[in-house]
């Protein structure tokens, strides 16, 4: 499955952006999708992930209460709606997709990646 992820860009603090992924090549709906982050000289880090079937989620407790991701498999997309933004969310967040269906934090469970979106949040 190939994915492409947009809606990135600069943002004030405290103000919302909505990362779309879109996905395409396979059945979207088999996977479970997950979104995580990357700062500069920092890990790769989890943010949050959606069931298959879009009734179970799970997120990071940095995030927890400010963003929420969801899907929409007759559109093959999945979104990740970010409120609240603060500077230390400043990273390029990237799609992932794991075949086995079910929420999950680990980066080794995700089989494809997007190329991944740039979000900046100013002070």
């Known amino acids: 499955v190939q994915l492409v992820e947009s809606g990135g860009g600069l943002v004030q603090a405290g103000g919302s952006l909505r990362l779309s992924c879109a996905a395409s090549g396979d059945t979207f709906s088999r996977y479970a999708m997950g979104w995580f982050r990357q700062a500069p000289g920092k890990e790769r880090e989890f943010v949050a992930s959606?069931?298959?079937?879009?009734?179970?989620?799970y997120y990071s407790n940095s995030v927890k209460g400010r963003f929420t991701i969801s899907r929409d498999n007759a559109k093959g997309t999945a979104y990740l709606q970010m409120n609240r933004l603060k500077p230390e969310d400043t990273a390029t967040y990237y799609c992932?997709?794991?075949?086995?269906?079910?929420?999950?934090?680990?980066?080794?469970?995700?089989?494809?990646w997007g190329r991944g979106t740039r979000v900046a949040v100013a002070s």
């Open positions: 959606i069931a298959s079937s879009g009734d179970s989620t």
């Open positions: 992932a997709a794991d075949p086995a269906g079910i929420t999950t934090g680990l980066v080794s469970r995700y089989d494809y």
